[in-house]
């Protein structure tokens, strides 16, 4: 079974391969010719799993193949949850020169980090939320499946040289290093995607 994952991003979609079952293909936008000249989806929901479907149900119609979305992020909360849903678009909003389409982890963390400082707050915790909706079109219809899991831990100081969204500045709870310090293997065992990835999965292979 071939999977498009709803991103441009090949790292998250190799992740997301490296979880996959015996079978399943995963494969990104970029892997589709047809999808080059397709406008982006407008991402206008307020919560994860809301932005998830509109970029499910938006390829899978283009498309009209299986298709996983997902829409994750930080919710910080001495900010009161933000970035949120804003996790990668508010870069242009604490740097007007900043490329939202670049993934620049040194642009945008460290700003986050500053905000918190400014905040006059001493709490660091913050909750790494996945969302992920996958669609499976039938001749007439089509199979909705959704789930959201979330990893909690604390804001820090940049650790680890594996540069990948915010892994260098999340420090999982009970854990001493950050998810850049971390193995693939270690991060995918605690972390949120595999989890919400494996569920969505077995409800896929049941049907």
Same mark, same amino acid.
Request: proline content about 5%; glycine content about 6%; overall charge negative.
């Given at each position: 079974?071939?999977?498009? =994952?709803?991103?441009? @991003?090949?790292?998250?979609?190799?992740?997301?391969?490296? &979880?996959?079952?015996?079978?399943?293909?995963?494969?990104?936008?970029?892997?589709?010719?047809? +999808?080059?000249?397709?406008?982006? +989806?407008?991402?206008?929901?307020?919560? =994860?799993?809301?932005? +998830?479907?509109?970029?499910?149900? /938006? #390829?899978?119609?283009?498309?009209?193949?299986?298709?996983?979305?997902? *829409?994750?992020?930080?919710?910080?909360? %001495?900010? @009161?949850? /933000?970035?949120?849903?804003?996790?990668?678009? %508010?870069?242009?909003?604490?740097?007007?020169?900043?490329?939202? *389409?670049? *993934?620049?982890?040194?642009?945008?963390?460290?700003?986050?980090?500053?905000?918190?400082?400014?905040?006059?707050?001493?709490?660091?915790?913050?909750? #790494?939320?996945?969302?992920?909706? %996958?669609?499976?079109?039938?001749?007439? *219809?089509?199979?909705?499946? %959704?789930?959201?899991?979330?990893?909690?831990?604390? &804001?820090?100081?940049? +650790?680890?040289?594996?540069?990948?969204? =915010?892994?260098? /500045?999340?420090?999982? #709870?009970? /854990?001493?290093?950050?998810?850049?310090? &971390?193995?693939?293997?270690?991060?995918?065992?605690?972390?949120?995607?595999?989890?919400? =990835?494996?569920?969505?999965?077995?409800?896929?292979?049941?049907?």
């Amino acid at each position: 079974m071939q999977i498009i =994952f709803a991103s441009w @991003n090949a790292k998250k979609a190799e992740e997301i391969q490296r &979880m996959a079952p015996e079978g399943v293909d995963v494969i990104c936008l970029k892997d589709i010719p047809e +999808a080059a000249d397709v406008p982006q +989806a407008e991402e206008n929901g307020v919560t =994860f799993i809301e932005n +998830a479907k509109i970029k499910a149900h /938006y #390829w899978a119609k283009k498309l009209k193949r299986p298709v996983l979305a997902e *829409d994750s992020g930080l919710v910080i909360e %001495c900010l @009161n949850g /933000y970035p949120g849903v804003r996790t990668k678009r %508010c870069i242009q909003e604490l740097n007007s020169n900043a490329n939202v *389409d670049v *993934d620049n982890p040194a642009e945008l963390y460290p700003e986050l980090l500053r905000l918190m400082q400014h905040s006059g707050s001493k709490n660091t915790k913050a909750h #790494w939320v996945t969302a992920m909706v %996958c669609i499976i079109p039938h001749e007439t *219809d089509f199979t909705e499946i %959704c789930d959201e899991q979330e990893l909690n831990g604390d &804001m820090c100081k940049c +650790a680890g040289e594996r540069v990948f969204g =915010f892994d260098q /500045y999340f420090r999982p #709870w009970g /854990y001493d290093k950050t998810l850049s310090e &971390m193995t693939p293997e270690e991060k995918d065992k605690i972390g949120p995607r595999r989890r919400t =990835f494996e569920l969505i999965m077995k409800k896929v292979q049941g049907m």
